[in-house]
């Protein structure tokens, strides 16, 4: 079992900045974060290879958010500029175990208690 402890969340206005964080107990292969606006469906933002060398984004967020990690520290970030009203949701952490990137839920099999983020315009 993997546990994964998200912080960081918070209010920022429009344009601004947020770096989310994630504190695995453990490696696995992949880590991605997603998110759930109100009302939504939780969607794919981001996932990073442990090992380097895989990084995947959604199309909306490219460019602007960015993930990265620290294995000394196993831990994953979501560093956010530019945000926008629409980034508002709840966002997860997750780990994957399998073999190669996901960007559904189904992919991932430990998840975050999730962090609260909400953008003002």
């Known amino acids: 079992q993997v546990q994964l402890v998200e912080s960081g969340g918070g209010l920022v206005q429009a344009g601004g900045s947020l770096r989310l964080a994630c504190v695995a107990s453990?490696?696995?292969?992949?880590m991605g974060w997603f998110r759930q606006a109100p009302g939504k469906e939780r969607d794919f933002v981001a996932a990073?290879?442990?090992?380097?060398?895989?990084?995947q984004y959604r199309d909306s967020v490219k460019g602007r958010f960015t993930i990265s990690r620290d294995n000394a520290k196993n831990t994953v970030y979501l560093q956010m500029n530019s945000r926008k009203p629409e980034d508002t949701a709840v966002y997860y952490c997750?780990?994957?175990?399998?073999?190669?990137?996901?960007?559904?839920?189904?992919?991932?099999?430990?998840w975050g208690q999730g962090t609260q983020v909400t953008v003002s315009s």
């Open positions: 997750a780990a994957r175990r399998g073999v190669g990137p996901s960007d559904t839920e189904n992919g991932y099999d430990y």
């Open positions: 990073i290879r442990w090992s380097g060398g895989s990084i």
């Open positions: 453990a490696r696995t292969n992949y």
